[in-house]
């Protein structure tokens, strides 16, 4: 019986060559999980009911080909104080981008007295298809929406654009994280903080 001894290496020890077999390693591998977007979904969760969105489950397909995107179950109707809520859930680009979308629900909700209701599926072979049903519930008056029913344009259009809004950047934001996950950056603090040790070719010891 012989013993042989091996020389490892930390990741930091590497050339840069077998840097990459080890980043590659390391991607095969470890996004090779469910629980890398569960965040996400959570946060997504947590501003759609800001906006009055309770949304019950989001589908996805990423980030490679033509019929990618994000699409969810949900119940729409308006969310009072809405926009002060946001402001302290998100900053920056994407508080500028749900603001935009809680605009356009708001708009379309004072046109029906704030009587709009909505829920979305997903529908189709992309998981972002989505169906939304947009409905006007009963006036204040009750004496109907003579001047809405032959409108869509003002109501029922406004939300649905705004609901599929919500959806691309649902999808945005998980491409972002996806992105972040899978970068040198990322892939080089992982397999540091892990310990991990290479044969000199990057291999895993």
């Known amino acids: 019986m012989q013993t042989k ?4 290496y930390s990741f930091a020890e590497l050339s840069d060559e077998a840097k990459e077999t080890a980043r590659s390693w390391w991607r095969e591998q470890g996004l090779d999980y469910d629980e890398w977007y569960d965040c996400t979904f959570d946060d997504a969760k947590e501003v759609g009911a800001v906006l ?6 989001i589908y996805f397909s990423g980030f490679w080909s033509q019929g ?3 699409s969810f179950e ?8 809405w926009r002060k809520a946001l402001r302290k859930h998100v900053g920056g680009d994407d508080l500028k981008e749900l603001e935009r979308i809680g605009v356009e629900l708001q708009r379309a909700q004072r046109f029906a007295s704030y009587q709009i209701t909505a829920s979305t ?3 189709g072979h992309y998981m972002g298809g989505m169906v939304v049903d947009v409905e006007l519930g009963d006036p204040p008056g009750g004496d109907g929406w003579p001047t809405l029913e032959g409108c869509p344009h003002l109501w029922e ?3 649905k654009d705004a609901l599929n809004d919500f959806a691309h950047w649902v999808y945005r934001t998980l491409e972002k994280e996806y ?14 903080i892990n310990e991990y040790e290479f044969t000199a070719e990057g ?3």
């Open 179 to 192: 992105k972040y996950l899978d970068s040198d950056e990322h892939v080089d603090e992982m397999l540091t």
């Open 74 to 81: 949900s119940n729409y109707r308006y969310k009072p104080g």
């Open 68 to 70: 990618d995107g994000a």
């Open 121 to 123: 599926r997903q529908h």
């Open 203 to 205: 291999k895993v010891a």
């Open 157 to 159: 259009e406004p939300v």
């Open 52 to 57: 009055g969105i309770d949304i019950d489950k």
């Open 5 to 8: 001894t091996i020389t490892t």
